[in-house]
């Protein structure tokens, strides 16, 4: 079956410019969550939903940052005037029972 | 606030050998999830834990939530060349659907 798309695959802007990065989780999957990887870093979590509602935005670095679900289905991160140190790739996984699948990511670079 | 210590950071190993890594932290974790994330693609899972002392295999891998829910290890025996990659394991803290991720064990394998 599918699993967790993500678009674009890559992004390039000039700082202070709007992004919008598109996830896209196996369909049926409640739980969804956005994590940004920094250049040979781990995984930082920025926000998680349960359905449409996010519990958890605890990770979200700035108020530049947003996102939002349409109830179980897609959801968009919006990072606004962007910054050079956004540049990472962002990473969108989905969860039905705990089991985290993860897309293949956007990678963002900021100039 | 909450960090998974995972080692070793990296390793060289002849194809063949036995490979073995860990994650500990001071935390209590519910679940265990260890990943492997291959350059340019998303983390694609590998093992699940969901009980403390559970030891769990999945092919040529082995992982084991640790009894005092603070650790767990994954091994891999017998390395082929494919086996190169970055292994990342993720701890769910208890009432949260939050996970932690640690920073990532890379493997080389020498053929």
């Known amino acids: 079956g599918a699993g967790v798309s993500q678009s674009p695959s890559n992004k390039v802007t000039e700082k202070g410019k709007d992004v919008e990065l598109r996830c896209d989780p196996i369909s049926g999957h409640t739980a969804l969550y956005w994590y940004r990887q920094r250049l040979g870093q781990g995984l930082e979590f920025l926000i998680y939903f349960q359905g449409n509602s996010a519990p958890d935005k605890s990770g979200l670095p700035s108020d530049r940052f947003s996102a939002e679900r349409t109830g179980e289905s897609v959801s968009t991160l919006t990072i606004q005037r962007t910054q050079q140190e956004d540049s990472a790739v962002y990473l969108c996984?989905?969860?039905?029972?705990?089991?985290?699948?993860f897309g293949p990511g956007t990678r963002l670079t900021v100039t | 606030g909450q960090q998974l210590n995972q080692s070793p950071q990296s390793m060289f190993i002849q194809e063949g050998e036995d490979v073995s890594m860990n994650c500990t932290s001071s935390?209590?974790?519910?679940?265990w999830l260890w990943y492997k994330q291959d350059p340019g693609e998303g983390p694609v899972l590998l093992i699940a834990?969901?009980?403390?002392?559970e030891l769990t295999s999945n092919g040529r891998l082995t992982a084991q939530f640790g009894i005092t829910r603070k650790d767990s290890f994954l091994n891999i025996s017998a390395s082929i060349p494919s086996d190169v990659g970055i292994y990342f394991c993720a701890g769910q803290l208890p009432g949260t659907y939050k996970y932690i991720f640690g920073t990532g064990t890379r493997l080389k394998v020498l053929a």
């Open positions: 834990l969901y009980k403390a002392g």
């Open positions: 935390s209590i974790f519910n679940t």
């Open positions: 996984a989905s969860s039905f029972s705990g089991e985290q699948y």
